[in-house]
């Protein structure tokens, strides 16, 4: 793709993300010839914030998700400042698709991780963290039929990512704490609806991130203090509609909730 065609192939996704529009696909000039390509027409979607980029999503982090939107593998997506919702804030469904929730744990930077030849480890990943958060993904497509659209076409729309609940820090120090055995409470308008489980997200949250940084490093993209990562729903994505209120219980790391409008 030229940079005249991927400007218009990030141009055509974020109208229909402005409008609350679905289209089948990209024209067939549009349509990233692979993943790295497909992530250069994402990046573009920052051009269309006037804050700094808030952080990064991680989607399909289970065989679950990959199956639900028809990839083989996770997907990284941006985060824009101005589609995060305070906690216990108002999100509007509108002309959501996908019309769910999704419980998750989030990472946030306290130093750059640059992005580099060899590999990252979990170990080097972890030590730039600054703190953990419950959060709340509420994911949508530009895509009608999403499952169908396929990798490349997703990356470009952002990996599915649309609004974001940012929870308290964790004020325990859940470093010494096993992740991957964290279970998770879901509630919907009060009543428990189910547990999801840290496992759940790649076999591990901290798996995930370190997943994550990789593959922006491989992009020549970094980490940047002050983002967050969402590392992907551990919970099977939760149905919502108006009036739905949708509380997650982290146990000790907290709790994140949303009212949808």
């Known amino acids: 793709m030229t940079p005249d065609q991927m400007r218009r192939a990030q141009a055509l996704l974020y109208k ?14 549009l349509v990233p010839a692979d993943r790295a390509e497909a992530y250069r027409v994402q990046a573009l979607i920052e051009t269309y914030s006037s804050q700094p980029l808030f952080g990064w999503k991680i989607a399909a982090t289970s065989l679950a998700g990959q199956q639900h939107i028809g990839v083989d593998g996770p997907l990284a997506g941006r985060i824009l400042a101005e589609r995060v919702i305070p906690d216990g804030g108002v999100c509007p469904l509108g002309n959501n698709l996908m019309k769910v929730a999704e419980l998750e744990f989030v990472f946030r930077m306290g130093e750059d991780l640059r992005p580099r030849r060899k590999p990252y480890s979990q170990e080097e990943v972890l030590a730039c963290v600054s703190s953990l958060h419950p959060g709340i993904e509420i994911p ?16 470009a729309d952002n990996a599915c990512a649309h609004l974001f609940v940012l929870g308290r820090t964790a004020t325990i120090d859940w470093r010494a704490i096993d992740l991957a055995a964290c279970t998770v409470g879901a509630f919907l308008d009060g009543r428990h609806v189910g547990d999801g489980l840290g496992a759940n997200v790649l076999g591990d949250p901290r798996i995930a991130l370190t997943w994550l940084a990789n593959e922006l490093s491989r992009l020549g993209v970094g980490l940047k203090r002050d983002e967050v990562v969402t590392t992907g729903t551990c919970i099977k994505p939760l149905a919502i509609a108006p009036g739905t209120h949708v509380a997650g219980d982290f146990g000790t790391i907290g709790r994140v909730s949303l009212s949808i409008s």
């Open 16 to 29: 229909h993300w402005q409008d609350g529009t679905q289209i089948a696909t990209l024209p067939a000039d």
């Open 140 to 155: 949508d497509s530009r895509f009608r039929d999403f499952a169908t659209a396929g990798m490349a076409q997703l990356v």
